[in-house]
């Protein structure tokens, strides 16, 4: 069956260092990866998307990388605040899935101490 | 204004109950999506529509149904509530870029 995993297990770390995540999926072939971020009582919001073809991409202190050989995505925070502290999601997108639907993994948790 | 939003918020209701959740977007996206977050399993899709005339089922549709009354509007009903539905519900809107907006959420409890 399909999976994606992330780690349930909170990340504490402290400020100033990097947060790495890891977004793992198994029987998928995905055309794309997105990451969102998720506050406590809100919404998920967009933070960045990765194509199958991408290696790396960046966007201000976040970076993630997407290796379809390994079948893992890895999202990093740079220089990591205590404002970054939320529940980071990974989400696919299978090709030729009608409309790229996305399927989400259970996130994982943050916690920047100052 | 918030692009997405939801009514209600928070809802307790019984067994047995019909409940309707609203979702209206000033985005104007076609792609409008709902779904259910419980504790620790991510989000789970219910139900999609990418026009007004466009629905379809999602991975756990079962309990559920939805309308799509105008491209800005999309409801979620819950026929007949049981207590294993209480979970927070989103609903999501995307454009062409496959980026999707979500609304803040509502919270439904059934007793």
């Known amino acids: 069956s399909q999976k994606i995993e992330q780690n349930s297990e909170a990340l504490n770390i402290q400020e100033g260092k990097t947060a790495t995540l890891t977004c793992n999926y198994t029987n998928y072939s995905p055309a794309y990866l997105q990451w969102y971020r998720q506050d406590p009582g809100r919404g998920p919001v967009f933070l960045l998307l990765?194509?199958?073809?991408?290696k790396e991409k960046r966007k201000e202190r976040l970076k993630v990388t997407f290796d379809t050989t390994l079948k893992q995505s890895l999202f990093h925070i740079t220089a990591s605040q205590p404002a970054d502290s939320a529940t980071y999601l990974c989400a696919l997108a299978r090709i030729k899935a009608a409309g790229n639907k996305l399927t989400f993994g259970g996130g994982t948790r943050v916690l920047v101490k100052p | 204004d918030a692009d997405v939003t939801q009514t209600p918020r928070n809802r307790i209701t019984k067994t047995g109950k019909r409940i309707m959740l609203e979702c209206s977007q000033t985005k104007g996206h076609d792609r409008m999506y709902w779904y259910r977050q419980d504790p620790g399993l991510g989000l789970q899709l219910i139900y999609y529509s990418f026009d007004v005339k466009d629905i379809n089922k999602g991975e756990i549709s079962d309990g559920y149904s939805v309308s799509r009354q105008a491209q800005a509007k999309f409801s979620l009903s819950l026929e007949s509530a049981i207590p294993n539905q209480t979970a927070l519900y989103f609903c999501?809107?995307?454009?062409?870029?496959?980026?999707?907006?979500f609304g803040p959420g509502t919270r439904l409890t059934v007793l």
């Open positions: 990765i194509r199958e073809n991408e």
């Open positions: 999501a809107t995307s454009d062409f870029k496959n980026e999707q907006f």
